[in-house]
């Protein structure tokens, strides 16, 4: 990536590393997901976890309950019928 390429010029540090920095940090996002305990959720639990999450210069990524049971109901239809995505 092109930005990986210029944060190693100006930070003096290998592009390799700095790939490896970029894909810890969404590691760690994907693992606090991961870790929400939302398997088997009614909307007043949802709602007394926090399922934001701040990412410094670009905002605030979160999800409404209504969204979130969607987009639920979307993968479990999906897995039915056999979809892996």
């Known amino acids: ?6 944060l190693a010029c100006k930070y003096g540090i290998n592009k390799d590393e700095i790939h ?3 894909k810890a940090y969404w590691f760690c996002i994907r693992n606090y997901i991961d870790n929400l ?3 088997t959720i009614n909307e007043e639990d949802f709602n007394s976890i926090n399922t934001s999450i701040n990412i410094p ?6 999800i409404g309950y209504d969204r979130f049971k969607a987009l639920r109901n979307k993968y479990n239809i999906d897995k039915k019928n056999g979809k892996n995505n």
């Open 37 to 39: 305990p939302i398997k």
């Open 20 to 22: 490896k920095i970029y």
């Open 1 to 6: 990536m092109e930005i990986e390429k210029q």
């Open 57 to 62: 210069l670009i905002g605030k990524l979160g």
